[in-house]
């Protein structure tokens, strides 16, 4: 069995920076209509997406932690 974990990654960070620069362009379009609630929300969006795929680790545990706080911990 080979381990896939590095074209693993390098997948969610092309996919990842794909996503990001779409949401950046549709920024730029938001801008230049003065759409600002779609702007804010494209831009959040795309801060979200950049967290998960430069510190994966660190969102996953965030997920985690919001999940046992949500639904309680398990046994």
Do not use: C, E, P
Not at 39 to 48: C, D, G, I, K, S
Not at 51 to 59: G, H, P, R
């Amino acid at each position: 069995m080979t381990d896939l974990s590095g074209l693993k990654d390098f997948a969610i960070v092309v996919i990842g920076n794909l996503f990001i620069i779409i949401l950046l362009i549709r920024v730029i379009g938001s801008w230049a209509k003065r759409d600002y609630t779609d702007l804010f929300t494209n831009l959040v969006l795309a801060v979200v997406i950049a967290f998960l795929v430069y510190a994966n680790d660190q969102a996953v545990a965030l997920l985690q932690q919001l999940a046992t706080m949500a639904f309680g911990g398990g046994a």
